[in-house]
């Protein structure tokens, strides 16, 4: 049996640079960890979770810049402090004063996010959490060049006469509807489960 949950915390994510914007509003145990946080952003947005993330936020106390996600040598050979994001708790952080954070997935696509702390609201008995109750959008795909790279891939589909159409259709694996998604489609892993598989990679 897992620990009781009392309260949750209300977030909206929000793909920059996304016209129409591509988001989400999630709401996740208020005990959770960055590394959760992490997994729940990858499970409501569509990402397959294939690439190295960070997030920024501001330290509440200090107002220093701090940067949360997995330590990395290539991080530490530039003097860049990386906290682990599954020490780090959601509660330490946010509030009402100290409500934006970055999250960034995939360093070669550079998919930046905003994260919105929007409010704590009582857990709901006999709701499971985390649980999407809001979005628009469907995901970019992976690896497709970054928001840049995923406008291109739109202008491609929606022209069957443009050369790289069945290269891009072969690319993935079928048809793409840009503007499908249903919040209650969303299924929510297990993040200590998530977690054991990376450390086992």
Not at 5 to 31: D, G
Not at 50 to 73: A, C, M, Q, R, S
Not at 141 to 166: A, F, K
């Amino acid at each position: 049996m897992g620990k009781k949950i009392n309260e949750v915390y209300q977030f909206k994510i929000t793909l920059a640079n996304s016209k129409p914007a591509i988001w989400r509003r999630i709401l996740v145990p208020s005990n959770y960890s960055f590394w959760d946080l992490h997994v729940a952003i990858q499970d409501s947005m569509g990402w397959l979770d294939y690439h190295l993330h960070i997030f920024e936020i501001k330290n509440p106390v200090t107002y220093v810049k701090t940067e949360i996600g997995i330590p990395d040598e290539e991080f530490n050979a530039y003097d860049r402090i990386i906290l682990p994001d599954y020490k780090e708790k959601l509660s330490e952080y946010f509030n009402e004063n100290n409500c934006i954070a970055r999250y960034e997935y995939d360093f070669g696509d550079s998919w930046i996010h905003t994260i919105k702390f929007e409010k704590i609201l009582p857990a709901t008995v006999g709701d499971k959490y985390p649980k999407c109750i809001g979005g628009k959008m469907s995901c970019p795909p992976e690896d497709c060049g970054g928001i840049g790279g995923y406008y291109n891939l739109l202008s491609v589909l929606s022209d069957p006469r443009n050369e790289e159409y069945e290269e891009m259709i072969e690319w993935l694996g079928g048809e793409f509807n840009p503007v499908l998604f249903d919040p209650e489609s969303v299924l929510f892993d297990d993040p200590k489960v998530r977690f054991k598989l990376m450390d086992e990679d």
